[in-house]
C-alpha cells in the first residue's frame, strides 16, 4: 500500500508560478509517479510524470511549462508550474506505481492522493 498527500495548491495570477509537492509512504525513486488535474465537469487530465529508468513524460497542455522532479531521500514527487493560464485551474493529483504502458490513462495508476485545488485567476 502507497499512501500519498499532495500540498501547496492555492490561488495564483496567470502568468505565476506555484509548486506542488506529493509525499509518498515509501521511497518515490522505487516506482513512477504522476500528475494528473481534473477540472469541474471535466474528465481527469494526465499532466506528467516520472518513470523509472524512462525520464519524464508531460501533457501536450503543460509542456515547457511544467517541470517534474523526484527526492527519492525525501519521498517526494514535486510539480513545478511556470506561465500559469487560467485553463491551468484544476483539481490536481498525483498517483503512483505503473500498471501499464499507457502512463497518460488515469486507470494505469495504482495509488492516488486526494488532491490539492489550484486556481489561476486574477
Known amino acids: 500500500q502507497v499512501q500519498l498527500v499532495e500540498t501547496g495548491g492555492g490561488l495564483v495570477q496567470p502568468g505565476g508560478s506555484l509548486k506542488l509537492s506529493c509525499a509518498a509512504s515509501g521511497r518515490t525513486d522505487a516506482y513512477s509517479m504522476a500528475w494528473f488535474r481534473q477540472a469541474p465537469g471535466k474528465e481527469r487530465e494526465f499532466v506528467a510524470c516520472?518513470?523509472?529508468?524512462?525520464?519524464?513524460r508531460f501533457g501536450d497542455s503543460v509542456k515547457g511549462r511544467f517541470i517534474i522532479s523526484g527526492d527519492g531521500a525525501a519521498n517526494t514527487v514535486a510539480l513545478h508550474m511556470n506561465s500559469l493560464k487560467p485553463d491551468d485551474t484544476a483539481v490536481y493529483y498525483c498517483?503512483?506505481?505503473?500498471?501499464?504502458?499507457?502512463?497518460?490513462?488515469?486507470?494505469?495508476?495504482?495509488?492516488w492522493g486526494q488532491g490539492t485545488q489550484v486556481t489561476v485567476s486574477s
Open positions: 498517483a503512483a506505481l505503473l500498471n501499464s504502458g499507457d502512463f497518460a490513462r488515469p486507470s494505469s495508476w495504482n495509488y
Open positions: 516520472t518513470i523509472q529508468n524512462a525520464g519524464a
